[in-house]
């Protein structure tokens, strides 16, 4: 088992930033991809990075440029950096991990809200 704990949510105005952080606990040693989903009201889930443990990193197109995935393998955490937000990035933002080579675990969620 896999434990994700989110921190780092609130609300900004457009144009600002914030930090989402994500630390892992429980069988660490199995973690291998981490990253960020989001989903905003009545949306589906969406991909919004992911990092592998090496740090390769990916993005949805809408936040390419935006946003930065980060992951400190001996903390075992993983991090959103978001600037440049807009109200579009509204959301719930859920932090994963997948273990074992196939199991996958989510955190609890943490809401950014964006206001105009």
């Known amino acids: 088992q896999v434990q994700l704990v989110e921190s780092g949510g609130g609300v900004v105005q457009a144009g600002g930033s914030l930090r989402l952080s994500c630390a892992a606990s429980g069988r660490i040693s199995s973690i291998g991809l981490m990253g960020w989903y989001r989903q905003a009201p009545g949306k589906s889930r969406e991909l919004a990075a992911v990092?592998?443990?090496?740090?390769?990193?990916n993005y949805a197109d809408s936040m390419k440029g935006r946003f930065t995935i980060s992951r400190d393998n001996a903390k075992n955490t993983v991090s959103l950096q978001m600037n440049s937000l807009q109200p579009e990035d509204t959301a719930v933002y859920y932090c994963?991990?997948?273990?074992?080579?196939?199991?996958?675990?989510w955190g609890q969620g943490t809401q950014v809200t964006v206001s105009s």
């Open positions: 994963y991990a997948v273990a074992g080579g196939h199991y996958t675990y």
């Open positions: 990092i592998t443990p090496a740090g390769n990193t």
